[in-house]
């Protein structure tokens, strides 16, 4: 049971272009979000990461937008650089404790010159 | 990078055969955790564990078990290895439960 899901499956972007990777959870107990970005033969590395009590969260050039109601959230990243080209993962959780991350599929972005 | 190793980085294993993967931690984190990546389907938990001896399933625990003896190791034991187990494993990190996971570099496990 999939209870996050994420799209698009791979993105190609122009350098200096804008990056939106969206997702999407089922779970309404969920009150933690995190992106995690992982470089090919790397473990993922969080990113960025949002509480329901916020609709935006910006981290230089990375922003994630959250939309409680709709049950959605997307990672934006502005100027896109060939430097951002990795794999994206959105997760989610409850906060606090030892609860699970369920994760999203992933999104590769390559980010062309 | 957090100091998590992961042992071996790469295996190839026959099916039929066990299997143990390692994860070494020097970061006295409470939270331990075991994943397996692979194409279509993102990261999912394979076993977590929340102090020393204290362990619990993920969503794909069937034919995987594991150990935590001491804070710093975390033991994933494939019974039985299949093909269907062929996969790349991280291992992660947390000191206050999921806020934060500190990935390992993961171990590339083929079983023929």
């Known amino acids: 049971q999939q209870q996050v899901k994420q799209s698009p499956q791979s993105l190609i972007v122009q350098k200096g272009g804008i990056s939106i990777i969206n997702c999407a959870y089922e779970?309404?107990?969920?009150?933690?979000f995190p992106w995690y970005q992982q470089f090919p033969g790397k473990g993922p590395a969080l990113l960025i990461a949002i509480r329901p009590d916020v609709s935006e969260k910006k981290e230089g050039r990375f922003t994630i937008s959250f939309n409680k109601s709709a049950k959605q959230f997307s990672l934006h990243i502005m100027d896109s650089q060939p430097g951002d080209s990795a794999t994206y993962f959105c997760?989610?959780?409850?906060?606090?404790?030892?609860?699970?991350?369920?994760f999203g599929t992933g999104t590769k972005l390559q980010v062309i010159p | 990078d957090a100091g998590i190793t992961q042992s071996p980085r790469h295996k190839v294993t026959e099916t039929g055969t066990p299997v143990t993967l390692r994860c070494h931690q020097t970061?006295?984190?409470?939270?331990m955790y075991w994943y397996r990546q692979d194409p279509g389907h993102g990261l999912r938990l394979i076993h977590y564990?929340?102090?020393?001896?204290?362990?619990d399933k993920g969503e794909v625990s069937d034919g995987y078990s594991v150990s935590r003896s001491k804070t710093e190791d975390f033991l994933l034991t494939l019974e039985s290895a299949t093909s269907s187990q062929t996969s790349v494993y991280f291992c992660a990190i947390a000191d206050r439960g999921v806020d934060e996971q500190y990935f390992g570099p993961g171990t590339r496990l083929t079983v023929t």
């Open positions: 779970n309404t107990a969920f009150d933690y």
């Open positions: 970061e006295n984190h409470r939270y």
């Open positions: 997760a989610a959780s409850r906060a606090g404790g030892y609860q699970k991350v369920t």
């Open positions: 564990s929340y102090g020393v001896k204290d362990t």
